[in-house]
């Protein structure tokens, strides 16, 4: 039998992550995490709108079951591999408020091992990962070396040193990575000091728990030091800024964040379990990877790097431990098929760049290598199983990236490739090349946009309609609103879900009040994310699936960013923040020129609005200004942190305005205040 053509996920398939956190989204997580929303999904555990399967489900269920191996169990065996201990049962890490910061008991209903025992709501391969992330404890990689998984989507590893502990990769939030410190490493492995804390990348599941095990005052006293690659602080801080509060609302869509925890529900992150609740920190990094083949001495560990920039993260590095025979691949080899593209939004990732780097690995380390440990999953053993692994992975998104270019020169549109492209066999019948997190379809799409950009070279679509306007001739011209629905419905009988979608969408975009569009489209919705083998696919499609039925629930929202992310932010970039909120309607017309002066930093700008865009210069004072502020960096950090306002600092005498305040008050008027929750799945 041939690989499995689903309708929703042709071919296959990082808090919720970074800087924009919304308890769950790989890069990108955010700062203050937006607790509520894991919190309700943490209580939600049945969803009475829910529909079963259809037949059309579980026939395309059934062909995943067909063509992969269940009976295969070394996955299985890895993953239990080493197990030192665990947290007592049930699993919860207590937070900061009365919700836990990590709750595995919600996914209780996930168990078994190797078999195909996957309920009719679950595509069979995801339900397999999906037990597979329950795993959960302290496990020995090899004498010297531990994990900690199964409590955040990501994995933090321990490496003993002459004095102490290197820490790698310590969690997304710290009260997560504070209680699996002392509750799991102390005990078992000794009270030792960490030396070093590495930071394989600029993603926050892989720097957010930091506080939770070091202080920055050692930091600052040498006692521990932060290891990163270069170009680390700026990527970390700056990849969710600009594009911040859109990542963040289509997280809470990625990673389920409001979903119920259930068969019919959220299961899986597809990298991990879910992201953890609460506190995400960073500390500034002390010392960096700079280039290939650089060997630096840790704790009496020698690592000798190799760098990964534009891979899975802006800024990356993998590293080899001689002294161990390991390999650690960071997140540029785990056990899937990894985004090119995430679906919260953000640059798009360079495949073949990806390969080159794997390639690397395997010319470098491939011949001593006995173990590969990475940032997310379970390790991999014995040198043959580490070069195959290396190499199919390598393959795999050198292949896309390859196949994807070969049909674009020869006229393929994006849609019509991620169509046409299937892994080989010797490929997909891999489990770590499946598609859990990133799909076959989107990555395809996504290379294409990188080599190409947004267009297809079809004059159709350089200037189509918006969607609602478009969705309303589309109507008109099928006949209006009850043709279509008539139409779509027998569509839906025969299981054909894609274009129920695609065409009942254009009902409830040109009239959002239609409650019988709604509903068809959020039945057709809920299949999709039923047979979807990537979590993110499904959890996008049941998360829209659920607020058609019952509109968006709105719990307190997450704050854009985190303390330390913000007091990290160079002021230039905060700067460009501001040029975002710019509203060009109310500030058309109108022009102000500031003079800004941080005493702390010394930094001096003069920060201009004309034609309704922003400019600055740095070291700058302008003469003809129309106001000038004093005020230190520490204070404007507050201001961004909403700890205090420009208003309580120039009467405390803190903050000094000269010339006329009102134009900066009225500067600030000309700037949005970005509502979360805007609609996604109606206009």
């Known amino acids: 039998m041939s690989e499995p053509k689903e309708p929703a996920d042709p071919g296959a398939r990082r808090t919720f992550l970074k800087n924009v956190a919304v308890a769950g989204a790989a890069t990108g997580l955010s700062g203050v995490v937006g607790e509520t929303l894991a919190q309700t999904a943490a209580v939600r555990t049945t969803s009475a709108a829910s529909k079963p ?50 709750n595995l008991q919600q996914f209780a209903f996930i168990s078994g091992g190797p078999e195909n025992n996957s309920p009719p709501t679950v595509n069979p391969s ?90 920055e005052d050692d930091v600052k006293a040498g006692k521990v030091k932060i290891v990163a690659p270069v170009g680390f602080t700026e990527a970390a801080v700056g990849e969710n800024i600009i594009a911040g509060n859109a990542m963040g609302r289509r997280a809470s869509y990625m990673y389920g964040s409001l979903l119920p925890r259930s068969p019919t529900g959220g299961i899986d992150g597809g990298l991990g379990k879910t992201t953890s609740v609460g506190t995400i920190s960073m500390i500034t990094p002390t010392t960096f990877a700079e280039k290939t083949g650089q060997t630096m001495t840790l704790d009496g560990v020698d690592i000798t790097v190799l760098m990964a920039p ?35 939004g953000a640059k798009v990732r360079d495949a073949l760049l990806w390969s080159k ?6 010319d470098m380390f491939g011949g001593d290598a006995q173990v590969l440990f990475a940032s997310h999953y379970w390790p991999t053993w014995g040198n043959d199983r580490i070069v195959s692994f290396l190499s199919a992975q390598r393959d795999m998104y050198r292949y896309l990236h390859d196949q994807t270019m070969r049909l674009a020169n020869t006229g393929y549109t994006p849609r019509e ?108 919705y809920e299949q999709l994310g039923y047979q979807s ?10 998360t829209g699936a659920m607020e058609l039925r019952d509109g968006i629930k709105k719990v307190p929202a997450p704050a854009p960013a985190s303390p330390d992310t913000i007091r990290a932010m160079p002021l230039e970039m905060f700067l460009d923040y501001q040029g975002i909120r710019l509203n060009g309607d109310r500030a058309a017309g109108k ?68 010339g006329n305040s009102q134009k900066l008050g009225e500067f600030i008027s000309w700037l949005d205040n970005f509502d979360f929750y805007f609609n996604i799945v109606t206009p």
């Open 591 to 658: 022009t102000v020129l500031l003079n800004l002066t941080l005493t702390d930093t010394k930094e001096n700008y003069v920060v201009g609005v004309e034609n309704s865009a922003i400019h600055y210069s740095k070291g700058k004072t302008a003469n003809n200004a129309d106001a000038s502020i004093t005020m230190t960096r520490a204070d404007l950090n507050n201001v961004m942190l909403g700890s205090t306002s420009m208003q309580k600092l120039v009467m405390s005498g803190g903050t000094k305005i000269d």
């Open 126 to 215: 995801l339900w397999r990962n999906a037990k597979l992330n329950m795993h959960h404890g302290l496990f020995q990689v090899v004498d010297g070396i531990w994990q900690v998984r199964g409590y955040d989507l990501s994995v933090m590893s321990i490496i003993r040193g002459n004095q102490g502990y290197i820490v790698v990769d310590p969690f997304v939030t710290a009260e997560v990575a504070s209680t699996v410190w002392k509750e799991l490493v102390v005990p078992h492995l000794g009270d030792k000091p960490i030396t070093h804390v590495i930071y394989t990348h600029s993603h926050v599941d892989h720097y957010g728990g930091v506080r939770g095990i070091v202080s």
């Open 357 to 362: 780097y794997l390639q690397a690995s395997i």
């Open 417 to 524: 490739i991620g169509e046409t492209i299937r892994l080989p066999d010797s490929l997909a019948k891999h489990w770590y090349c499946r598609s859990y997190y990133g799909t076959v379809y989107h990555d395809v799409v996504a290379q294409y946009n990188l080599r190409l950009g947004f267009f297809d070279g079809v004059p159709a679509n350089l200037h189509q309609l918006p969607p609602v306007e478009n969705g309303k001739r589309y109507v008109e011209f099928m006949g209006g609103p009850a043709a279509v629905l008539s139409k779509a419905q027998a569509y839906y009988d025969k299981g054909e879900y894609r274009w129920v979608a695609e065409v009942v969408n254009h009902v409830v975009f040109s009239n959002p009040q239609n409650t019988a569009a709604k509903q068809l489209l959020a039945d057709a």
């Open 53 to 102: 399967a259809t037949r059309a489900t579980l026939d395309i269920n059934r062909q995943y079951a067909e063509f992969l191996s269940f009976a295969d169990a070394q996955d299985f065996e890895d993953a239990s591999r080493g197990l030192v201990a665990t947290l007592p049962e049930p699993v919860i890490i207590k937070g900061t408020g009365d919700y836990p910061a990590w």
């Open 310 to 344: 534009e891979s899975e993260a802006p800024s990356e590095f993998m590293f080899y431990l001689p002294k161990f025979k390991a390999f650690c691949a960071a997140e540029d080899a785990t056990h899937t098929l990894h985004n090119l593209y995430t679906l919260r």
């Open 533 to 542: 083998e990537s979590a993110p696919w499904r959890n996008f499609y049941l």
